[in-house]
């Protein structure tokens, strides 16, 4: 475990000082036109930081769920413009069916149609705001038990954007011949768990940060002849900020553990441990938003709403991240429906194992 923890403190290290060098503001404001990073997608990639969490036989970078989780909690502090979620998520994807990451920024879809038709798979459909597909090289495509890897440039792409200016586009395939297929055991509903899982941790990273920018702006900012900071509201309103970020990031690391400790695991008890584990953290990482998000900007004042501050980088992602994936009612309903199908008998012995 020692040995563990010393390796993810080295790569967290690594990740801190390449989000430090290469972002600034300057760079988050022409990733809010462009939708993304591309040169700072190419420093990611020189760190082999994309693939963190997929097995090397994969082409991978090797590394655990929890690893791909730390780096990640990281790359939202620093409000990243880049699509490392979901390359992670289409790594792992491609992995699950045996197949190699490539090099380069992936994105994920679900659904669409799949047919074999003269040696080759053909996929169509359309498919709604996909997360920096107008970046991806790849799109890994999951439809009828198979994962497909699709060449980004045979996709029609409608481009949109979500609060935060990071790219959320409309794509298109008609009858796109796949690179490469495999059968894979991933569901839809296992690949939206993870998507979820990854914007918890996200949450909590961007809410660290809003978190620490509150707490030197309430240090710094004089009123009525004092620092904020030593008005007793402004000390109670960050000590609750502060509850909020810490219930998010405990439970989404939690929640990264316990997919981790059960992946393969095709168990009926496994899965809803799963279900429980990331529905928990999602609808967390969902409140918690809500109340650090809103505390952040009083402290603040209007300095926090302006484009020259910091601050709106990350908290409108925080804000954005909470509806991706499913929001809180979405997950509140499948936890719920869960733990009623499991039974009055079952409902401790879930939450204990939790």
């Known amino acids: 475990m020692s040995d563990t923890n010393d390796i993810r403190q080295m790569l967290c290290d690594t990740a801190q000082r390449l989000f430090t060098d290469h972002i600034d503001q300057k760079q988050l404001d022409a990733a809010k036109q462009t939708g993304w990073s591309s040169a700072l997608w190419d420093e990611l990639e020189k760190a082999d930081l994309p693939l963190i969490g997929v097995p090397e036989e994969a082409h991978g970078a090797g590394g655990t769920l929890s690893d791909a989780a730390a780096v990640l909690r990281i790359a939202a502090r620093h409000a990243a413009p880049v699509p ?95 690179l490469v297929e495999a059968t894979t055991t991933v569901t839809p509903d296992a690949l939206h768990a993870r998507g979820a899982l990854l914007r918890a941790v996200q949450t909590g990273g961007a809410l660290e940060r809003a978190l620490q920018l509150s707490c030197e702006w309430a240090t710094t900012r004089e009123q009525f002849g004092r620092k904020i900071a030593q008005f007793q509201t402004i000390q109670q309103e960050l000590a609750r900020c502060g509850g909020e970020v810490a219930a998010v990031v405990a439970a989404a690391l939690s929640a990264a553990g316990v997919v981790e400790r059960l992946e393969g695991d095709a168990g009926p008890g496994a899965a809803r441990q ?69 039974g009055a008998d079952q409902y401790w012995p879930l939450l204990s194992a939790a």
């Open 84 to 178: 490392l979620a979901e390359t992670l998520i289409a790594g792992w994807l491609l992995a699950s069916a045996g197949l190699h990451a490539p090099r380069g920024p992936m994105t994920v879809a679900a659904g669409g149609s799949a047919v074999h038709e003269g040696g080759s798979w053909r996929v169509s459909g359309t498919f709604k705001r996909v997360p920096f597909a107008r970046a991806a090289k790849h799109l890994v495509v999951l439809a009828q038990g198979q994962v497909l890897v699709i060449d980004a440039t045979l996709a029609q792409i409608r481009q949109g954007r979500n609060l935060a200016s990071e790219a959320r586009d409309d794509v298109t395939l008609s009858n796109a011949v796949a």
């Open 274 to 342: 799963v279900l429980l584990a990331v529905a928990s953290a999602k609808i967390r990482a969902a409140d918690a938003a809500r109340e650090a998000v809103a505390i952040s900007h009083q402290v603040h004042g209007a300095i926090g709403a302006t484009d020259e501050h910091a601050l709106h980088h990350v908290t409108l992602r925080a804000l954005a991240w909470r509806e991706e994936f499913g929001n809180e009612v979405y997950w509140g309903r499948h936890l719920g429906s869960a733990m009623q199908a499991a």
